[in-house]
Antibody, heavy 120, light 107 residues
Framework: QVTLRESGPALVKPTQTLTLTCTFS??????????VSWIRQPPGKALEWLAR???????YYSTSLKTRLTISKDTSKNQVVLIMTNMDPVDTGTYYC????????????WGQGTLVTVSS | DIQMTQSPSSLSASVGDRVTITCRAS??????LNWYQQKPGKAPNLLIY???SLQSGVPSRFSGSGSGTDFTLTISSLQPEDFATYYC?????????FGQGTKLEIK
């Protein structure tokens, strides 16, 4: 079955760089039509779509955050990495990775999420 | 970016009620509209995709409709497990923006 799991630091300081890893199983990012996205959610607030990477290495970013985000994949390890620079307390929240199938463009599987707190 | 606006932001209802949540896109998105349910401390769960298609395993009391810019999610008869927050999301163009959410609470 399809599973995704996020990992990374629970606490980062302001101005630091956050690196999150999504490790998945049950599908391959080398398969045509497979994509992985990152989505975040500040405490008590709405979901915010951050980035997406496709099987063919196409990449898409949030307009407001694109200067701070980099998404990449390691197909051999079944991992997707998100890097976010210059972290700020407003970036505190739960970060989810999720699978998208390009044909239907729906998020059909989510990870459990990882809480990242930005504080000095 | 396409802006998604949900209404209401919160809603109180009783078990057995019929409930409708609306979502409006800032431009036409055809039928590229999905609905998710999220319970506290959990990842969202897909309910409806392509505006009106029921995801496998989702109870038939959930339904979706609409196209273009205006969409609705209807729960025909609320069950205790339906009290949660609901989000719409457009998948017409990147970035795939979400609505601000509708919190459905027990009256």
């Amino acid at each position: 079955q399809v599973t995704l799991r996020e990992s990374g630091p629970a606490l980062v300081k302001p101005t630091q760089t956050l690196t999150l890893t999504c490790t998945f199983s049950g599908f391959s990012l080398s398969t045509s039509g497979m994509c992985v996205s990152w989505i975040r959610q500040p405490p008590g607030k709405a979901l915010e779509w951050l980035a997406r990477i496709d099987w063919d290495d196409d990449k898409y970013y949030s307009t407001s955050l694109k200067t701070r985000l980099t998404i990449s994949k390691d197909t051999s390890k079944n991992q997707v990495v998100l890097i976010m620079t210059n972290m700020d307390p407003v970036d505190t929240g739960t970060y989810y990775c999720a699978r998208i199938q390009a044909a239907t463009v729906i998020i059909d599987y989510w990870g459990q999420g990882t809480l990242v707190t930005v504080s000095s | 970016d396409i802006q998604m606006t949900q209404s209401p932001s919160s809603l109180s209802a009783s078990v057995g009620d019929r409930v409708t949540i609306t979502c409006r896109a800032s431009q036409s998105i055809s039928k590229y509209l999905n609905w998710y349910q999220q319970k506290p401390g959990k990842a969202p769960n897909l309910l409806i995709y392509a505006a009106s298609s029921l995801q496998s395993g989702v109870p038939s009391r959930f339904s979706g409709s609409g196209s273009g810019t205006d969409f609705t999610l209807t729960i025909s008869s609320l069950q205790p497990e339906d009290f949660a927050t609901y989000y719409c999301q457009q998948s017409y163009s990147n970035p795939y923006t979400f609505g601000q959410g509708t919190k459905l609470e027990i009256k």
